[in-house]
Every structure is written in C-alpha cells, then in structure tokens.
C-alpha cells in the first residue's frame, strides 16, 4: 500500500461548482498533513496545513479524519484560476515530507 | 516568493555523466529536502538534511548524495546519470519540527539524453 494515495482524476468541473478531494495514509502515527497546489511546470505552493480535525480559509477546506485516515479538500464556488494539480503531503514521522501523485482540477466556463 | 532558489532552472547532460544541483534555503531555515518529480507524477522523497546531517532518505540508489553547508544552501549530486533521471528536481526548505510547512523553489529541469 502506498504510503499516500489521492484520486488522479481529473475532475473537470463547472465554475461555481463544489468540489472534494479525498487523500488517504497509512502511518497511523503521522501528525501533520497539508494540501499544496501545483500548477503545470511549476514548483508546489502550499494551499492548507491541516492541523487537529481540520480548518477553513475562504472557499477552501480541509478536514483531517485520524479514525479512518484520510484528509479531504473542499472547493467552494470553483474559479477558473483553481484548475491546477492538488498534492496531499503527510509529514512522516516529523522528518519526511511524502506526496501523493497528485488530483488534477479542471474548472471549466 | 518563498526565498526559495535554485540553479540552474534547467539543465541536459549525457546518460553516464555527472551533474550538482544547488539550493538556497529561505532565510531562517535549517532544514532542506529533495524531490524528484517526473512527469505526472507526485514529488518522490529523495533526502533531507538538517544542519549539515542528513536526516532522511528515500528509496533512491547511492549515486544521489548531498551536502549542507554551514548556511544551509544545499547540493544534490546525482553520478551515472541515467535516462531516468530526467525529471523535475525540487529543494525545500522548512524549520526542523513536525507542523512546519515546507517551501519550494522553481525547481532544475534535467534532461539526460
């Protein structure tokens, strides 16, 4: 099993559109998580940290489920300038940073 | 910007030969990553170092070796360089601990050809 894995998609959407990304992990023991962005050929750009059970910034959530873990990114009223690659990042045991593969995002007019 | 810089943004060598990539981490930092990311693909952990050490490492064969220096600019080097290799080379850099976000730079485009 991967140590993390996301959906590839892509998720092609409509502006206006809510959108979810689901992540999962398989070290129980991980503590912090993140969401970064990542537009094509450009270096990621870090979206969300996601501490405790979760946190909001504008359109933009992000929820942490320990339980079942898995780490969920919602949109909210999807631009066109959020089509871009969605990376899950989990911090293994405090020294290491693992990537899922990463979600593509489409938002289309 | 994150501070962030690397050299040279892009790069071709010839299968078999030796390249060094560079890093300069933001200011305040202490520690710096590496990542190979291939073509739609996630970044893959390669290694990290934390003052000078290193202090992690990915499932990468021994002729991907580091350095960090006393500023904590770092180096990747990648000997016996392979048609594989060609990818997207990213440093990051973040305070040592476990919440600290980590920050990118443009990353090196290697082609080896």
């Known amino acids: 099993r991967k140590e993390v894995e996301q959906d590839p998609g892509p998720f092609n959407v409509p502006e206006g559109a809510t959108v979810a990304f689901n992540c999962t992990y398989s070290?129980?023991?991980?503590?912090?998580f993140f969401w970064y962005r990542q537009d094509c050929r450009k270096e990621p750009k870090l979206l969300m940290s996601v501490y405790s059970s979760g946190n909001e910034d504008g359109r933009f959530t992000a929820q942490l489920n320990r339980a079942s873990q898995y780490i969920s990114l919602l949109i909210r009223d999807s631009k066109l300038s959020d089509s871009a690659t969605y990376l899950c990042v989990v911090n293994i045991n405090g020294n290491k940073l693992v990537f899922g593969a990463g979600t593509i995002l489409r938002v289309k007019s | 910007e994150t501070g962030v810089t690397q050299s040279p943004t892009h790069l071709i060598k010839t299968r078999g030969q030796q390249v060094t990539l560079r890093c300069s981490s933001q200011?305040?930092?202490?520690?710096v990553s590496w990542y190979q990311q291939a073509l739609g693909q996630g970044p893959q952990f390669i290694f990290q170092y934390y003052r000078e050490e290193e202090n992690g490492r990915g499932n990468f064969p021994p002729r991907f070796s580091g350095l960090q220096f006393p500023n904590y600019s770092s180096e990747l080097n990648v000997n016996a360089l392979e048609l594989d290799d060609s990818a997207l080379y990213l440093c990051a850099s973040r305070s040592q601990g476990e919440y600290t976000e980590a920050f990118f730079g443009q990353g090196t485009r290697l082609t080896v050809v």
């Open positions: 070290n129980s023991a991980s503590q912090s």
């Open positions: 200011s305040g930092h202490n520690t």
